[in-house]
């Protein structure tokens, strides 16, 4: 495996020089994040970012996220414009090394929680979900953590309004026709794509989600039966559906080599409902089995990249919920701890 770490780009508060001193690190993770979506990304600005990493002692061989314009997902005319656009993206990656990359097919919004700031007993911050917060959410008027900037609220009901004759079905359907298009040009250039599992695994306001578990990926491997097809391994998504079965989940999509990228994290349920916490990343601290996780992709010689998921923000830290620096830091190296112990107890 490759030890990755997410990095915001030079706007990140955290410089590419800490991110190289944690114990093991082969590259970032990062996007261009200063241009509309569906837009290409120029060349020089990837060589730039590029150069920026190799400075430090970094790759850069994975992108998360080239973000799916809303009209690809919702099948509008405009569509094969944008994934005309879309591919020469994959393209110019690939012209500067990129091998991976990570998007998702989610409507509207590419991750949902209730709280962002939630403390914990010991005085740490997490981002969390509540099945009851959601439920007292109010649809027509909605003021989600961590969406208020990325949609004004005209804007936000006018895109609930347009999906609302958007069935499972009908998404699926467009996914697979964005597929058809950005498949071959993968094949050619060599990139894998990685998409990210729902977050959290089921579907919210009336809006389909299709990424959400076993069946799902069966059907969308089969219907585009190319490896280059394949997923982002998300613990904390995938375990947030209590019914997912991680362990037999990540022995069968390794053994299909479809899993192109792990993000690791932890959460804790809470109660009986779909509510959780993120926790640290050990096994100890929530309710999901790392250990066993990784034995499994261990096992099915995984060489894939990795990269610890949010962490908590801790020691004061106040940083971008989820990206903090310190516990993303203490996630990495106990990942790098579980691969190194597991594999050398194979030998
Ligand atoms: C949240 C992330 C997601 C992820 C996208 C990938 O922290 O896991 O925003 O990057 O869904 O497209």
Redesign the pocket.
């Known amino acids: 495996m490759k030890m990755t770490f997410?990095w915001f780009g030079p706007k990140d508060s955290i410089p590419l020089s800490y991110i190289k001193q944690i114990p093991n690190m082969s590259g970032v993770v990062t996007a261009v994040y200063d241009m509309p979506v569906g837009e290409i990304w120029p060349i020089e600005t990837l060589e730039k970012l590029k150069a920026q990493c190799h400075q430090n002692g970094l790759e850069m061989e994975v992108i998360?996220?080239i973000?799916v314009h809303e009209d690809i997902k919702l099948g509008k005319p405009s569509r094969d414009v944008l994934i005309d656009n879309y591919c020469q993206n994959i393209i110019n990656c690939a012209q500067v090394g990129v091998k991976c990359v990570?998007?998702?097919f989610?409507p509207v919004f590419?991750?949902l929680r209730t709280n962002m700031h939630h403390t914990n007993a010991d005085g740490s911050n997490s981002l969390s979900y509540s099945q009851e917060d959601f439920d007292n959410l109010d649809p027509n008027n909605l003021h989600l953590p961590g969406w208020d900037e990325s949609y004004s609220s005209d804007e936000l009901q006018s895109l609930l309004n347009e999906y609302q004759n958007i069935s499972h079905e009908q998404l699926f359907d467009n996914l697979i026709y964005f597929l058809k298009k950005i498949i071959p040009v993968c094949e050619k250039y060599d990139v894998n794509m990685a998409i990210?599992p729902d977050?959290p695994p089921w579907d919210v306001f009336g809006l389909p989600r299709i990424v959400s578990s076993e069946q799902d990926f069966d059907k969308l491997f089969k219907a585009i039966p190319s490896t280059r097809n394949g997923l982002?391994f998300?613990t904390g998504?995938l375990g947030a559906g209590r019914n997912n079965d991680l362990i037999h989940m990540v022995d069968k999509y390794a053994k299909q080599k479809r899993i192109h990228f792990f993000?690791a994290r932890n959460i804790k349920y809470v109660g009986d409902s779909n509510s959780f916490v993120e926790s640290g990343h050990n096994d100890k601290c929530g309710s999901l089995d790392l250990y066993k996780i990784i034995e499994v992709l261990v096992e099915n010689d995984f060489q894939g990249y990795v990269r610890p998921?949010?962490g908590r923000n801790i020691w004061g830290e106040d940083n971008k919920p989820?990206?903090g620096l310190y516990d993303r830091a203490l996630g990495a190296s106990y990942i790098n701890g579980l691969f190194e112990a597991i594999e050398r107890n194979r030998k």
């Open positions: 997410r998360e996220s973000p990570c998007y998702n989610m590419d991750w990210h977050d982002t998300c998504s993000h998921d949010h989820g990206y």
